[in-house]
């Protein structure tokens, strides 16, 4: 009788509330989650029904939860929490086991009905439950997972912890003979200044020289730089060639006067994710030398960009950011950290960079200074005669007239043609998080790039604001010349930490090369929101891999595609103008594993030659596939070379 209890105790199933295991680890895209409240700390509710436990989140959210194999059911409520109050808020909750997709809901919106979940999870090691947004931006995509349980047998499930990731190494630092680094075509408008420094690494001195340079352009020898005008459209073929003690080598680069500027996607480094309001001239300035005294510059790193905080604030009695936000002309007016906006970016200039400013086509930007609204066209001539090269449009404040896709398209239609009547080129960044698939027609409307979700710097969503997102709604086919799309930038380094005080990346070392690896096969933007002041030599050599930059940089210009998905293993490939491929082989699991590409996925017959781009090195011939062993979270990248 005591057997048989003891053999009837050991399957006796308990339950545990979702809301009791650790939500700490919970990556969102706003917000944290709560224990039995609404991420706005509300009563949970989902269209006027209430719930007394449950978890409260906001999309993309990310809550992994180790089963050991022991559960048997998952159970829960799901919906948008009430207090989310518009009916832009809709998400999709996502289950996943090992993996595998094995529930999904529909489109939930505000003032739905709770859908109700029952899933065996009989055998299931790993269960991760997502809300991901609907493709109109995380705005007000509060998810709540209400009534939410585990039942299971034996030991309890428990949240999954990351582990702590040494930092590590892959590069070998540049060769001390010359290479020339960055894209094979750099594009410019008739009769607009030209500035571009050739990116050159090697031993210095080196001797510079430059043949065919269209009439109006000169080069400075010493330090690379490229500047003047050309007045006639056409394409310039140059032959540059850089000598030092250690060699020469010479390269063919294309200067493309046309209609196309930004070739290929723009590369520097952003204010707000390590400054945020504190942003002044000489952090500016500082930015600048940085970029030129880390070697930066010489791997293909050109902008530094003023986020929000440069204006006055409207009504504000603050002696720094307070006083009249605009002149009697109109004219914008900087705050007093910002004492004289031309010389600053003459001094940007002066290194051989360009300048980007940022500025909101409401009435204020996010954090409530000046926006542009009913001012559009007098900002864009004051950016212009400031000379400034780029712009970011944060959509914030503005409230659209227009219903649907024309409302989303109006303010950035009506910047990027202002933008285009100003007599110097300026790279239109429209900043408004996905709303309307921006993706089919940011280009139509003027911008260069534009953000495909929300702010990566909220919570860690890069799976699915990249993967999963870029992934299901093929965003390859929308990435072209002068067309990028932008899932945020890239944050690595110090980042701004509670207080004031930094903090560093929320990546770990595997994550943070899997962002690099995947921002460059899907040929995004490459901004840097880290402290560029202060960067590590591990932030440094991750940022400064000239092989891994080339397949951004490409010309071609053709975004990756996922070409395979096991599991948790994906493979992403692009092809380059050389006639080869590059390859991402990525591991979103939570063990090492083994990832294969096959060589039917990328289109070829034949045995293929296999390069390591992360250690640059040659990896062999291979026939049929590669596979290589990546780590958690991380990626091996490779670029296949023949085999058609």
């Given at each position: 009788?005591?057997?048989?209890?003891?053999?009837?105790?050991?399957?006796?199933?308990?339950?545990?509330?979702?809301?009791?295991?650790?939500?700490?680890?919970?990556?969102?895209?706003?917000?944290?989650?709560?224990?039995?409240?609404?991420?706005?700390?509300?009563?949970?509710?989902?269209?006027?029904?209430?719930?007394?436990?449950?978890?409260?989140?906001?999309?993309?959210?990310?809550?992994?939860?180790?089963?050991?194999?022991?559960?048997?059911?998952?159970?829960?409520?799901?919906?948008?929490?009430?207090?989310?109050?518009?009916?832009?808020?809709?998400?999709?909750?996502?289950?996943?086991?090992?993996?595998?997709?094995?529930?999904?809901?529909?489109?939930?919106?505000?003032?739905?009905?709770?859908?109700?979940?029952?899933?065996?999870?009989?055998?299931?090691?790993?269960?991760?439950?997502?809300?991901?947004?609907?493709?109109?931006?995380?705005?007000?995509?509060?998810?709540?997972?209400?009534?939410?349980?585990?039942?299971?047998?034996?030991?309890?499930?428990?949240?999954?912890?990351?582990?702590?990731?040494k930092e590590y190494i892959l590069t070998p630092p540049p060769s001390p003979k010359p290479k020339i680094?960055?894209?094979?075509?750099?594009?410019?408008?008739?009769?607009?200044?030209?500035?571009?420094?050739?990116?050159?690494?090697?031993?210095?001195?080196?001797?510079?020289?430059?043949?065919?340079?269209?009439?109006?352009?000169?080069?400075?020898?010493?330090?690379?730089?490229?500047?003047?005008?050309?007045?006639?459209?056409?394409?310039?073929?140059?032959?540059?060639?850089?000598?030092?003690?250690?060699?020469?080598?010479?390269?063919?680069?294309?200067?493309?006067?046309?209609?196309?500027?930004?070739?290929?996607?723009?590369?520097?480094?952003?204010?707000?994710?390590?400054?945020?309001?504190?942003?002044?001239?000489?952090?500016?300035?500082?930015?600048?030398?940085?970029?030129?005294?880390?070697?930066?510059?010489?791997?293909?790193?050109?902008?530094?960009?003023?986020?929000?905080?440069?204006?006055?604030?409207?009504?504000?009695?603050?002696?720094?950011?307070?006083?009249?936000?605009?002149?009697?002309?109109?004219?914008?007016?900087?705050?007093?950290?910002f004492p004289n906006m031309k010389g600053l970016t003459d001094y940007i200039h002066s290194k051989g960079?360009?300048?980007?400013?940022?500025?909101?086509?409401?009435?204020?930007?996010?954090?409530?200074?000046?926006?542009?609204?009913?001012?559009?066209?007098?900002?864009?001539?004051?950016?212009?005669?400031?000379?400034?090269?780029?712009?970011?449009?944060?959509?914030?404040?503005?409230?659209?007239?227009?219903?649907?896709?024309?409302?989303?398209?109006?303010?950035?239609?009506?910047?990027?043609?202002?933008?285009?009547?100003?007599?110097?080129?300026?790279?239109?960044?429209?900043?408004?998080?996905?709303?309307?698939?921006?993706?089919?027609?940011?280009?139509?409307?003027?911008?260069?790039?534009?953000?495909?979700?929300?702010?990566?710097?909220?919570?860690?969503?890069?799976?699915?604001?990249?993967?999963?997102?870029?992934?299901?709604?093929?965003?390859?086919?929308?990435?072209?010349?002068?067309?990028?799309?932008?899932?945020?930038?890239?944050?690595?380094?110090?980042?701004?930490?509670?207080?004031?005080?930094?903090?560093?990346?929320?990546?770990?070392?595997?994550?943070?090369?899997?962002?690099?690896?995947f921002w460059c096969l899907v040929a995004a933007p490459l901004i840097l929101g880290g402290d560029i002041?202060?960067?590590?030599?591990?932030?440094?050599?991750?940022?400064?891999?000239?092989?891994?930059?080339?397949?951004?940089?490409?010309?071609?210009?053709?975004?990756?595609?996922?070409?395979?998905?096991?599991?948790?293993?994906?493979?992403?490939?692009?092809?380059?103008?050389?006639?080869?491929?590059?390859?991402?082989?990525?591991?979103?699991?939570?063990?090492?594993?083994?990832?294969?590409?096959?060589?039917?996925?990328?289109?070829?017959?034949?045995?293929?030659?296999?390069?390591?781009?992360?250690?640059?090195?040659?990896?062999?011939?291979?026939?049929?596939?590669?596979?290589?062993?990546?780590?958690?979270?991380?990626?091996?990248?490779?670029?296949?070379?023949?085999?058609?």
């Amino acid at each position: 009788m005591n057997l048989l209890c003891i053999a009837l105790a050991s399957t006796q199933l308990s339950s545990v509330s979702l809301s009791d295991l650790n939500l700490a680890p919970i990556h969102q895209g706003w917000g944290h989650a709560m224990k039995n409240r609404s991420v706005t700390d509300t009563v949970l509710s989902i269209n006027g029904r209430k719930f007394d436990k449950g978890v409260g989140t906001h999309a993309i959210s990310t809550f992994r939860i180790r089963l050991f194999g022991k559960a048997t059911q998952f159970h829960a409520l799901v919906g948008i929490d009430d207090n989310a109050k518009v009916n832009r808020a809709s998400a999709y909750f996502h289950i996943i086991g090992d993996g595998k997709e094995i529930w999904k809901s529909p489109l939930m919106g505000w003032k739905r009905d709770a859908v109700e979940v029952n899933v065996s999870l009989k055998g299931i090691k790993t269960l991760n439950l997502t809300v991901d947004d609907a493709g109109d931006g995380i705005d007000y995509d509060h998810g709540d997972w209400a009534d939410a349980s585990i039942q299971f047998s034996g030991r309890a499930p428990e949240t999954l912890v990351p582990p702590i990731e040494k930092e590590y190494i892959l590069t070998p630092p540049p060769s001390p003979k010359p290479k020339i680094n960055g894209p094979s075509r750099v594009g410019v408008r008739p009769g607009h200044p030209f500035l571009y420094t050739l990116p050159i690494t090697g031993l210095r001195p080196m001797k510079l020289v430059v043949h065919g340079l269209p009439s109006g352009l000169n080069l400075n020898p010493s330090s690379g730089l490229i500047t003047g005008r050309v007045s006639k459209a056409g394409t310039y073929p140059i032959v540059v060639t850089a000598k030092n003690q250690k060699g020469t080598i010479k390269r063919t680069i294309q200067i493309v006067c046309g209609d196309e500027i930004a070739l290929t996607p723009q590369m520097g480094w952003n204010s707000w994710y390590i400054w945020l309001g504190q942003v002044n001239d000489s952090i500016m300035r500082q930015a600048a030398d940085a970029m030129v005294r880390n070697g930066m510059i010489q791997h293909g790193w050109q902008y530094v960009n003023i986020d929000d905080c440069w204006a006055r604030v409207p009504g504000s009695n603050d002696r720094q950011i307070g006083g009249p936000t605009r002149d009697a002309e109109g004219r914008i007016i900087p705050s007093s950290k910002f004492p004289n906006m031309k010389g600053l970016t003459d001094y940007i200039h002066s290194k051989g960079l360009k300048a980007g400013i940022y500025t909101s086509p409401g009435p204020t930007t996010c954090a409530g200074f000046e926006g542009a609204l009913g001012h559009e066209a007098i900002d864009a001539k004051t950016f212009a005669d400031w000379g400034y090269d780029l712009l970011k449009y944060d959509w914030c404040s503005y409230q659209a007239t227009e219903k649907g896709d024309e409302g989303l398209k109006k303010p950035y239609r009506l910047m990027g043609s202002l933008l285009r009547q100003q007599n110097r080129d300026m790279v239109l960044n429209l900043c408004q998080y996905g709303m309307g698939q921006v993706w089919k027609w940011g280009k139509s409307v003027g911008g260069h790039s534009w953000r495909t979700a929300g702010d990566l710097g909220a919570g860690y969503t890069m799976y699915q604001d990249g993967f999963d997102l870029y992934g299901r709604s093929h965003l390859e086919k929308y990435a072209g010349v002068g067309a990028f799309n932008d899932p945020d930038y890239i944050l690595v380094g110090n980042l701004a930490g509670p207080g004031g005080k930094p903090k560093k990346s929320p990546f770990t070392p595997n994550e943070q090369y899997s962002q690099m690896s995947f921002w460059c096969l899907v040929a995004a933007p490459l901004i840097l929101g880290g402290d560029i002041a202060t960067l590590d030599p591990f932030t440094l050599n991750l940022l400064t891999n000239d092989e891994v930059i080339s397949v951004d940089q490409d010309s071609l210009v053709k975004a990756a595609s996922r070409v395979a998905k096991v599991g948790e293993s994906e493979v992403w490939a692009r092809p380059l103008e050389d006639g080869s491929q590059a390859v991402g082989l990525f591991n979103m699991g939570e063990e090492e594993a083994t990832v294969q590409v096959n060589w039917k996925d990328l289109g070829l017959k034949h045995s293929a030659m296999v390069r390591d781009l992360w250690r640059q090195r040659n990896l062999g011939k291979f026939h049929g596939s590669f596979s290589a062993k990546v780590p958690r979270h991380g990626v091996v990248m490779v670029k296949v070379i023949g085999g058609r």
